[in-house]
Nanobody
Framework: VQLQASGGGLVQPGGFLRMSCAAS????????VGWFRQAPGKEREFVAA????????YYSDSAKGRFTISRDNAKNTVYLQMASLKPEDTAVYYC????????????????WGRGTQVTVSS
């Protein structure tokens, strides 16, 4: 099952975006799905992850309190709602399937789809 992120765009500081991670098939069997981002010249960094049931969520310190990850297994989609956006949130955002190990490391995820650009600027 491949995952594809969408919903990025240009938003002003303090603004809001809701992004989607759509699966090519059922995501019910996928345990953890994570969101990562990569800014120019920087390494890919963890943003948030969610368990199969949605009952457990994990956030980076920068995302905590501003971003919300959720999933709708019936719609085969994982969402990332981002509020109070800052210029430093500007990056390409990706979603991926967790394949084992620590949730915070990009190397522990696979099936990366094409990312979606988020630009926070006035």
């Amino acid at each position: 099952v491949q995952l594809q992120a969408s919903g990025g765009g240009l938003v002003q500081p303090g603004g809001f975006l809701r992004m989607s991670c759509a699966a090519s098939g059922s995501i019910f069997s996928i345990n953890v799905v994570g969101w990562f981002r990569q800014a120019p010249g920087k390494e890919r960094e963890f943003v948030a992850a969610i368990s199969r049931s949605g009952g457990s969520t994990y956030y980076s310190d920068s995302a905590k309190g501003r971003f919300t990850i959720s999933r709708d297994n019936a719609k085969n989609t994982v969402y990332l709602q981002m509020a109070s956006l800052k210029p430093e949130d500007t990056a390409v955002y990706y979603c991926a399937r967790h394949s084992g190990g620590n949730y915070y490391y990009a190397n522990n995820y696979g099936y990366w789809g094409r990312g979606t650009q988020v630009t926070v600027s006035s």
